[in-house]
């Protein structure tokens, strides 16, 4: 974190490449570029938390991840799909629920993201009622999924 300081106003500017590192942040993000790449190989979920108070540079040191992220595929075929979302920028679950999905949806574009939209739309539709209603204003269909997958699951108890 860059911190320009005039008077009691603070300039809060996260880093973005290795360079600018003056906290030391890299061991770090090395480390937790190292669990993610070892998270895509297992069926375990993984849940990530950075925690900190404003400007402690929990921004810089997830540019920083992504920077090791990026470095370590190049000349690779393994390409990590990063998708930048700022929850705290949406009041209300439903709010942040939408942007979620919506967000997903407009990063993942192409052939070979097909499959996990296809997912990702069944189960907004089928766990968030509120959710797969607005869903369905992006997907027509998605209630009849939704539908048609809470069948499924009455039919086989």
């Not at 008077?7 to 360079?19: C, F, H, M, W, Y």
């Not at 998270?39 to 920083?64: F, P, Y």
């Not at 000349?75 to 979620?100: C, D, M, R, V, Y």
Request: overall charge negative; hydrophobic content about 40%.
């Amino acid at each position: 974190m860059n911190d320009t300081s005039s008077g009691n106003l603070s300039a809060d500017s996260p880093i973005k490449e290795l360079a600018a590192d003056s906290l030391g942040y890299r061991p770090f993000a090395q480390n937790i570029a190292t669990i993610l790449d070892n998270a895509t190989t297992r069926e375990d979920c993984l849940v990530l938390g950075i925690h900190g108070e404003w400007g402690s540079g929990k921004t810089s040191a997830i540019n920083l991840v992504i920077k090791e992220l990026e470095d370590r595929q190049k000349g690779t075929e393994i390409q990590t799909k990063i998708i930048h979302f700022s929850p705290w920028l949406f009041s209300g679950q439903e709010n942040l629920t939408f942007a979620f999905f919506h967000e997903l949806d407009l990063n993942l574009n192409g052939e070979e993201w097909t499959k996990l939209k296809d997912s990702l739309k069944e189960m907004a539709s089928a766990t968030l009622p509120i959710a797969g209603s607005i869903m369905n204003l992006f997907y027509p269909g998605t209630k009849d999924i939704a539908k048609a997958i809470k069948e499924t699951v009455l039919s086989q108890n």
